[in-house]
C-alpha cells in the first residue's frame, strides 16, 4: 500500500529474525500497522498519536530500512516521523491509542484492532523490543494513567 511489495516483505523479515517465533502472516499485520501509524503521525504532527508495543515492533523494521523510511516519510508529504525509544509500561494511555487508531481511520483504514492493545498484553504475540513509549509526534513525556484514589 504504501511500500512496494519487495520492501514490504523485506520489512517483515525484519520482524521474523528480531522474533523467531512468530508466523510469517503475524508479521506482516505488524508491519502494515507500523506503515499506518507512521501515515497518521506524518499527517499529524503534534496531535499526541503512539503505536501499541506490539506496532511498535513494525516501526522498527521499517526504521531499519532507512533510505526508504526517509523516502516514505517525504513521500507522505507530512513531517518526518522520529523515534525516540524508552520503555516505561506506565506510560501507557488508552486514550492516545484510541486518538491513533481515530487518525488512522480518518485517512482511509482500519486499525486492526487485535495488534493495538496495552503493553502488557502478549497473549496474541510476544514481541523483541522493550519499547512503549512517546516519540515527538505525540505527546511528550506521555501522561501516565491516572491511578484511582482511594477514599
Same mark, same amino acid.
Given at each position: 500500500m504504501l511500500i512496494t511489495d519487495e520492501r514490504f516483505e523485506?520489512? *517483515?523479515k525484519t =520482524?521474523? @529474525?528480531g522474533n %523467531?517465533?512468530?508466523d510469517s502472516e503475524m508479521a506482516g499485520r505488524i508491519v502494515e500497522e507500523g506503515l499506518k501509524f507512521v501515515a497518521a503521525c506524518s499527517a499529524n504532527p503534534g496531535v499526541g498519536l503512539a503505536p501499541s508495543r506490539i506496532v511498535d515492533e513494525g516501526w522498527h523494521a521499517l526504521i531499519?530500512?532507512?533510505a526508504m523510511y526517509a523516502e516514505l516519510c517525504e513521500r507522505l508529504g507530512g513531517a518526518f516521523v522520529h523515534h525516540y525509544p524508552g520503555w516505561d509500561p506506565t506510560h501507557y494511555d488508552p486514550e492516545i491509542? @484510541? *486518538?491513533t487508531r481515530e487518525k488512522i481511520a480518518a485517512l482511509g483504514w482500519t486499525a486492526d484492532s487485535e495488534l493495538w492493545g496495552p503493553p502488557s498484553d502478549e497473549?496474541? =504475540?510476544s514481541v523483541a523490543a522493550n519499547c512503549q513509549h512517546a516519540p515527538e509526534c505525540t505527546i511528550r513525556p506521555m501522561p501516565k494513567p491516572e491511578? %484511582?484514589?482511594t477514599p
Open positions: 523485506s520489512c *517483515r =520482524v521474523l @529474525d %523467531p517465533n512468530m531499519l530500512h532507512t491509542l @484510541d *486518538r497473549t496474541l =504475540v491511578t %484511582p484514589q
